[in-house]
């Protein structure tokens, strides 16, 4: 029988959809460890924890709503993840007191204008990243579909053969074309800008619903975490994973 | 390749930042390697003649710009 990554698959391994009980779907990439040995599914902050407006303990559903998957699919809480920072988001605190004091003024005088603060440069962020707990060790397996069991982590090399196994696209590779770029990324209605991002370009590499993808070279070490790409599928976009397991403070588990 | 060719990082980026001014919203990014005396900028559709900028001059240093059409980057 042949596993559909969009289906409800239990144990359910790395690869397939997932997604807050908020979200459609993307993909659950690898188990992370902790220092204390607890395991998380690794994903975006996008797909786990609704771009920012996730709460620590939310359901986490595999597969994810856009295939299916109801609060009877919980198979994970939300538990951490890296915010996400938009220039909406910061705003200096001299420069909200300013805005604020006009807009009573305005407001005093009986005027329709508003005043709002205009932020000129964007805040850089390196991860689109989050982690959940699993509901309990028997509900996921480590191995990664149609790759195996990751040995570790390591730093992605600019020209290097590179593969990720998601939801949407299956198992794809692609090749390193940047493993230090600055980018700016949509958030359908907001803008981010991310640095030290890996790019990898491939035809049909990774679509829509891949996001939370790990990207893996030829060896099986984690180099980066899938997170957004052109719409044409031919470019992908990674956080380096090494950040990202020194931000959540957990490891690849091997 | 070289990483920055020894230009600080702030200055190397406040030069891109400003190369992203004068080119317009089309550039959404860029390398931070230099490549044979190249610097990487990445555009959602190539920039028009009217505003394309072709040398970026940081540190005393120039480089030939080369444009690399990525399209719109959005989350997936």
Redesign the interface.
């Known amino acids: 029988m042949v596993l559909s990554r969009t289906d409800r698959l239990r144990p359910f391994p790395m690869g397939v959809s997932i997604g807050h009980c908020n979200i459609t779907a993307g993909t659950a990439g690898c188990v992370v460890v902790d220092p204390q040995g607890n395991e998380y599914i690794l994903s975006n902050n996008h797909v786990l924890a609704d771009s920012n407006k996730g709460k620590t303990g939310d359901a986490i559903l595999q597969p994810g709503v856009y295939d299916g998957g109801t609060i009877d699919d919980a198979v994970a809480s939300l538990y951490n993840y890296v915010p996400i920072e938009f220039p909406e988001n910061s705003g200096c605190l001299i420069a909200k007191g300013i805005v604020s004091f006009l807009n009573f003024v305005s407001r005093a005088l009986g005027r329709k204008s508003r005043f709002y603060s205009k932020v000129d440069e964007y805040p850089v962020n390196e991860t689109d990243c989050a982690i959940a707990k699993p509901t309990n060790p028997q509900i996921y397996t480590c191995e990664v579909m149609e790759l195996g069991f990751p040995k570790g982590s390591a730093k992605a090399k600019d020209g290097e053969t590179v593969l990720k196994s998601g939801r949407t696209t299956g198992l794809t590779e692609g090749k390193v074309i940047d493993d230090d770029a600055t980018i700016e990324v949509s958030y359908e209605f907001l803008t981010a800008r991310f640095i030290h991002q890996i790019l990898v370009s491939g035809e049909g590499f990774i679509l829509g619903g891949d996001s939370g993808s790990v990207l893996f070279n030829e060896d099986l070490y984690a180099v980066g975490l899938c997170f957004a790409g052109s719409s044409d599928g031919s470019l992908g976009i990674a956080n380096p994973i090494y950040v990202v397991e020194q931000l959540l403070g957990v490891a690849v588990k091997t | ?1 070289v ?1 920055n060719d020894g230009v600080n990082p702030k200055v190397f ?1 406040k030069a ?1 930042k400003n190369l992203k001014k004068d080119v317009g919203p089309q550039v ?6 230099i490549r044979n005396g190249k610097v ?1 900028v ?1 555009v959602s559709e190539h920039p028009t003649a009217a505003g394309v900028v072709n040398v970026l001059n940081v540190a005393g240093k120039s480089y030939e710009v080369e444009y690399y059409r ?7």
């Open positions: 390749m990483k980026e891109l959404v990014g860029w390398s931070n390697k990487r990445y990525v399209g719109t980057i959005k989350i997936l």
